[in-house]
C-alpha cells in the first residue's frame, strides 16, 4: 500500500463503507437513484476525497462493476454512487431486481491516488507491473479502460491481462503505439461475507 497518499486506507471503516453501499442499492430500488450522503452522518474518514469501485457478485458470477478512478467528492458518497451504478447502470447486465437485492454480494474497492507508468516499450511496461497489486488503467486518445487489481485471480499472466485490458478498451490484444498510457493504482478492499 505505498502508493496510497491522502489519508491512511488501513483505518477506514470497512463495515461502513459496505453498510452505505448496501444501503444505496436499497434505495435504488425504491427512489431510483443513489442514497443522498449528509455530512454530518460519516466519519471525518469517510469524509475525505475518494474513489472507489463497487462490484456485485450473484452465485458467484459478476452482477455489476462500476466505479470512479478518481476522487471527485466524499469516499462516503462515492461509494453510494458506485453501488448504485454498479446495480442500475453498468450496461452490461439489466438492472438489480427486487428479488436478487438479498443474494447479491457486494465488495468495495477504494482506490489509492494514480501514478503513470514510465515505460519504453511492451516489455518494459510488462515488466513494472505488479500482478495481484497493480490495477491498471490503459488510455489511448479518448479510450479509457481499467482492470482492479482482483482481475489478476482470473488473468495472472500479465501478457494476457494488458492483451485483455486491451480488449476491453476497443483495441486488439496485439495493438501497440507510442500514443498509448498506462496508469497503475493500488486497492483496499472489503467484501461482504456469502
Same mark, same amino acid.
Given at each position: 500500500?505505498?502508493?496510497?497518499?491522502?489519508?491512511?486506507?488501513?483505518?477506514?471503516?470497512?463495515?461502513?463503507?459496505?453498510?452505505?453501499?448496501?444501503?444505496?442499492?436499497?434505495?435504488?430500488?425504491?427512489?431510483?437513484?443513489?442514497?443522498? %450522503? !449528509?455530512?454530518?452522518? #460519516?466519519? =471525518? *474518514?469517510?469524509?475525505? +476525497?475518494?474513489?472507489?469501485?463497487?462490484?456485485?457478485?450473484?452465485?458467484?458470477?459478476?452482477?455489476?462493476?462500476?466505479?470512479?478512478?478518481?476522487?471527485?467528492?466524499?469516499?462516503?458518497?462515492? %461509494? !453510494?454512487?458506485?453501488? #448504485?451504478? =454498479? *446495480?442500475?447502470?453498468? +450496461?452490461?447486465?439489466?438492472?438489480?431486481?427486487?428479488?436478487?437485492?438479498?443474494?447479491?454480494?457486494?465488495?468495495?474497492?477504494?482506490?489509492?491516488?494514480?501514478?503513470?507508468?514510465?515505460?519504453?516499450?511492451?516489455?518494459?511496461?510488462?515488466?513494472?507491473?505488479?500482478?495481484?497489486?497493480?490495477?491498471?488503467?490503459?488510455?489511448?486518445?479518448?479510450?479509457?479502460?481499467?482492470?482492479?487489481?482482483?482481475?489478476?485471480?482470473?488473468?495472472?499472466?500479465?501478457?494476457?491481462?494488458?492483451?485483455?485490458?486491451?480488449?476491453?478498451?476497443?483495441?486488439?490484444?496485439?495493438?501497440?503505439?507510442?500514443?498509448?498510457?498506462?496508469?497503475?493504482?493500488?486497492?483496499?478492499?472489503?467484501?461482504?461475507?456469502?
Amino acid at each position: 500500500m505505498e502508493r496510497m497518499h491522502s489519508h491512511n486506507l488501513e483505518d477506514l471503516p470497512g463495515i461502513e463503507l459496505l453498510r452505505i453501499g448496501r444501503d444505496s442499492i436499497e434505495y435504488g430500488l425504491v427512489h431510483g437513484k443513489p442514497l443522498p %450522503v !449528509a455530512r454530518d452522518k #460519516f466519519s =471525518a *474518514a469517510l469524509m475525505q +476525497p475518494g474513489a472507489t469501485f463497487s462490484t456485485l457478485r450473484l452465485e458467484g458470477e459478476l452482477r455489476g462493476c462500476c466505479g470512479t478512478l478518481e476522487a471527485y467528492g466524499p469516499l462516503a458518497q462515492d %461509494v !453510494a454512487h458506485s453501488a #448504485f451504478r =454498479a *446495480a442500475y447502470q453498468d +450496461p452490461r447486465f439489466d438492472p438489480v431486481r427486487h428479488e436478487e437485492f438479498n443474494a447479491v454480494r457486494l465488495e468495495v474497492s477504494v482506490l489509492s491516488p494514480l501514478e503513470t507508468i514510465p515505460f519504453t516499450d511492451e516489455d518494459d511496461l510488462m515488466s513494472r507491473l505488479t500482478p495481484g497489486v497493480d490495477g491498471l488503467v490503459i488510455i489511448e486518445g479518448r479510450r479509457r479502460a481499467t482492470f482492479l487489481p482482483k482481475v489478476w485471480e482470473s488473468l495472472p499472466d500479465p501478457r494476457d491481462f494488458l492483451a485483455r485490458l486491451k480488449g476491453k478498451c476497443g483495441l486488439p490484444a496485439d495493438y501497440w503505439s507510442e500514443r498509448l498510457e498506462f496508469q497503475r493504482y493500488s486497492t483496499l478492499s472489503y467484501a461482504e461475507s456469502a
